[in-house]
């Protein structure tokens, strides 16, 4: 049995099939993966010159897939082996720009949210990147970026410790750091990070923002407070700022200030999801039911999946006195989130 067929016994391999189509039959009389390399070399004659290859080659790239099928490749111990080979084929070149291309067509359409949707495809990009160019700063940063979404934070503290090697005194590297440590829980060193990324730049306000949040959960709220001041201090229009001292204030019990912040956030980001479910909990605490369902009803249109929403707005229900209302709402937020289910 050819390798393409062996490796349709396994998930990745039924993925290479499914993505490579008629290029897996091509490949599928070549024994095993060491020869594949030669096995092209050697047939290239009776692939008319390679068109087949190139024709599937082209498909893929056509697709947008490209970066899909390296993640996957990237994942297996032979894989590099098979990255070789196609580079063979269509030129170690010319997949490089067409990956780069592909990339900066993602990020274009996505932005920053390419790291949550596509942070596979980035990860094989940069990767890829790495490999080629192993002293570029900035793709050991952007794979820290999607190891991060991914939750792989040892791997994204490597590559931010990588980048700081290759590129010092940068503060964004320092925060990277800061923000990994945060999460998990080693919150002095994060301080450390913190602090010497502001020393670099001392007007960093998302430095700053990133910092309150840390003072927050260390339990020091007038200098978390104080952080979230100056992150919107430098710069007003930053919501995650307003949010974070929003929330900051709210769980001091001190909610009108916490709506007064929220309601800036939700100025500045009207679709600004969260802040809204943020207020309606404030306004609910404050015993302001009506203003509280609306921020939870807006939630829900935002977010039709948002579980706490219905699960709070069923709250309100309840406590105005509209019990059918709050039944549906409370059914449909255990259906979303079953762990809100009474114990």
């Not at 096995?39 to 899909?68: A, F, M, Q």
């Amino acid at each position: 049995m050819g390798y393409f067929k062996d490796l349709a016994c396994n998930i990745v391999g039924q993925f290479l099939l499914k993505q490579l189509g008629p290029f897996g039959e091509i490949l599928n009389g070549v024994a095993t993966i060491q020869d594949i390399n030669s096995g092209i070399r050697n047939g290239v004659e009776s692939y008319e010159d390679n068109k087949k290859i190139r024709e599937v080659y082209y498909r893929v790239k056509n697709s947008r897939e490209l970066l899909l099928l390296y993640s996957r490749l990237q994942q297996r111990s032979d894989g590099k082996e098979f990255v070789n080979a196609i580079e063979f084929v269509i030129g170690r070149d010319e997949v490089e720009l067409d990956l780069k291309s592909e990339w900066e067509d993602l990020y274009s359409r996505h932005g920053s949210d390419c790291f949550l949707g596509g942070c596979n495809q980035a990860i094989a990009f940069f990767t890829h990147l790495i490999q080629q160019h192993p002293n570029e700063a900035g793709s050991f940063e952007y794979r820290a970026l999607a190891y991060t979404q991914k939750g792989q934070l040892a791997l994204a503290l490597s590559d931010y410790y990588s980048a700081m090697r290759l590129l010092p005194n940068q503060a964004w590297h320092y925060n990277g750091c800061g923000s990994i440590l945060t999460k998990t829980g080693d919150y002095r060193l994060a301080l450390t990070c913190y602090s010497e990324a502001l020393r670099i730049e001392p007007r960093n306000h998302v430095v700053y923002s990133n910092r309150g949040v840390l003072h927050k959960y260390m339990g020091l709220w007038e200098e978390a407070i104080a952080d979230f001041k100056e992150a919107i201090r430098i710069n007003p229009q930053y919501a995650d700022a307003w949010r974070s001292r929003g929330l900051a204030y709210a769980e001091l019990g001190m909610h009108g200030l916490a709506v007064r912040d929220l309601s800036k956030v939700i100025e500045l980001e009207p679709n600004y999801t969260h802040a809204h479910y943020d207020r309606g909990r404030s306004y609910a605490m404050m015993g302001m039911n009506v203003q509280a369902l609306k921020d939870w009803t807006e939630t829900i249109r935002l977010d039709p999946n948002y579980a706490a929403a219905y699960y709070g707005r069923a709250i309100s229900y309840k406590q105005m006195g509209m019990t059918k209302e709050s039944v549906v709402d409370y059914a449909t937020a255990i259906q979303l989130d079953p762990s809100m289910a009474p114990g």
